[in-house]
């Protein structure tokens, strides 16, 4: 119950300090910041439900950011749908294609998984690169309007778009924590700890990791929707591979397969990212080796290295405890003995 209280306060604390962040840091580009590290958040937490807690490495989601970043961007400019209608409508639609690509993909396993979500990532990157009459193609897509007033609510400023999008991280956060401790959390984990055990016990794994898989992807598109308004400019780069493997370094430094890694990682690496501005020309061979290393010696990430290390704490805290139990038992008996002999002997 205390740990429950304190993981309570821990989440009160940050959730105000997100808050109150934008209201003690004048600097604006802080602000710009924090609210893309907040989109690919909400990225990586769509790749940490199906990666992390089902087991399936997908390396399409960067694709599928993108498809929700230009459905938007489309919906808005060229059709001149209301943003709200075509921002529900781009997610709605990249879902569905997650729909149609689970169905097909999830009949392969492992690494074949894996490679068939890469293929069809960098096929989405060719079509949104070569289509350039509906994408721009090289050139861009510019125009993307801003999110339109809701009632009252403005979104037309910096820090208006801030506490936007910090609203839908909360709300995914929230879903996760639902769909992790509840029983079809449970089963997306029995999955990924045995797919063959999961079947003999009756669990119908196509039907569980298609819905994992579309839910990851409408998590992805949602960011990717975010994106565009943010922004409202958008290159077919925002589909390449190493936007991909971005995602894929945040949720491995955070931890993969925890609540808290999708923050950690992503934080820690754009933190660390913008200080090494200067070595830019250099980025992947700095954070190829760091990430390899983290992986060989921190292979669970920093919440999940922290977490098992509590666990190893509470663990070591309950043996000591059963043993100073015992010893007192032991002793209390010994005690006893003593007691019925001299008084036989008396």
Not at 84 to 96: M, P
Not at 184 to 209: D, F, H, P, Q, V
Not at 311 to 335: D, F, I, V
Request: a positive charge; charged letters at 10%.
């Amino acid at each position: 119950m205390a740990i429950l209280e304190k993981r309570r306060l821990w989440l009160a604390a940050l959730i105000a300090a997100a808050i109150l962040f934008p209201l003690f840091v004048a600097n604006g580009y802080y602000v710009h910041m924090m609210t893309i590290s907040f989109i690919w958040m909400i990225a990586v937490y769509g790749l940490n439900l199906f990666a992390g807690y089902t087991g399936y490495l997908s390396l399409a989601h960067a694709g599928f950011f993108a498809i929700g970043a230009y459905a938007l961007g489309i919906l808005t400019v060229k059709a001149g749908w209301p943003f709200w209608l075509a921002f529900a409508t781009a997610c709605l639609l990249t879902t569905l294609i997650g729909v149609f690509v689970g169905l097909v993909a999830l009949r392969t396993k492992e690494h074949f998984f894996a490679i068939y979500t890469l293929c069809v990532g960098y096929i989405i990157y060719l079509i949104i690169d070569k289509w350039d009459s509906l994408t721009g193609g090289v050139r861009g897509f510019i125009g993307i309007p801003a999110p339109a007033d809701i009632g009252p609510l403005s979104f037309q400023t910096p820090v208006a778009q801030y506490y936007l999008v910090l609203f839908f991280l909360l709300v995914v956060v929230w879903i996760m924590h639902r769909l992790v401790y509840s029983l079809t959390g449970r089963t997306y984990i029995a999955i990924r700890n045995s797919e063959e055990l999961a079947l003999t016990l009756g669990i119908s794994t196509m039907k569980n990791k298609l819905a994992s898989f579309v839910l990851s992807v409408f998590f992805t598109s949602l960011a990717g929707a975010l994106y565009a308004s943010f922004i409202r400019f958008l290159g077919p780069d925002i589909a390449y591979v190493s936007v991909m493997f971005d995602f894929l370094t945040y949720l491995l430094v955070g931890g993969i397969g925890t609540l808290a890694g999708p923050v950690v990682g992503t934080l820690l690496v754009t933190f660390l990212s913008q200080q090494l501005q200067f070595l830019q020309d250099y980025r992947m061979l700095i954070f190829g080796p760091v990430l390899t290393l983290l992986i060989i010696f921190y292979p669970h990430g920093i919440a999940g290295g922290v977490i098992r290390l509590k666990a190893k704490r509470e663990e070591a805290r309950r043996l000591q405890l059963e043993a100073t139990q015992a010893s007192a038992e032991l002793a209390a008996a010994s005690r006893q003995e003593r007691s019925e002999r001299y008084a036989k002997e008396g």
